[in-house]
């Protein structure tokens, strides 16, 4: 309904999101309308990615080529929104752009959390890869190709070459892909 303060999804080029967010952040304030636009934010995920025994936390974008814009849709705040370069359009039907349900930006949301203590983890290893042990101890050496991968446990098991062909499980960063 016109009036009411909604999340809508707004398209861009390709590779366009920071730009888009930066200038239409400097469109709301040119244009006096923080009283109808409030808030513009790219959906992003942070994943700590393993690759070579090493971690690194990786931003991705939830939704390539797409940045929410809350605000209240009138004339006003959808030319401002619509005319931002790099903006394509609003995602709804024809002219009318059809605004995202409350469970929608909840799940959108609750996406973007990141949770410091468990984050999401990619390990740069599959089962067939094979892997040799690099941390002290005494596997230290032993080489063989993974057999399963647990990102959620941060574990790797792995068939031993040096015992006889022994499945042997170990934490991710105790080990190197050759």
């Keep these: 309904m016109p009036g009411d303060r909604r999340w809508y999804v707004v398209q861009t080029y390709a590779s366009y999101e920071k ?8 469109r709301i ?10 808030n513009v934010l790219i959906p992003t995920e942070t994943t700590l990615v393993v690759k070579d025994g090493k971690s690194k936390p990786v931003t991705r974008k939830l939704y390539p080529s797409y940045v929410l814009v809350e605000m209240i849709l009138d004339e006003q705040s959808w030319y ?3 005319h931002t ?12 752009p059809i605004p995202l349900s409350q469970e929608e930006v ?33 596997m230290k ?7 399963e991968v647990n990102a959620k446990k941060r574990r790797v098991k792995f068939k031993s ?13 105790a080990l190197e892909k050759i």
């Design 85 to 96: 370069p790099g903006v394509t359009g609003f995602i709804g039907a024809g002219t009318h």
């Design 29 to 38: 304030e040119a244009m006096n309308m923080k009283d109808k636009i409030f």
């Design 106 to 138: 909840n799940r959108i949301m609750s996406g973007m959390k990141s949770d410091n203590d468990n984050p999401k983890v990619e390990i740069d290893l599959k089962p067939g890869d094979t892997v040799r042990v690099i941390a002290e101890g005494e």
């Design 19 to 26: 730009r888009v967010e930066a200038d239409l952040r400097q």
């Design 80 to 82: 401002a929104v619509r």
């Design 141 to 147: 050496g032993f080489t063989g190709p993974v057999v």
């Design 161 to 173: 070459d040096v015992l006889g062909g022994a499945v042997l499980e170990t934490d991710y960063k």
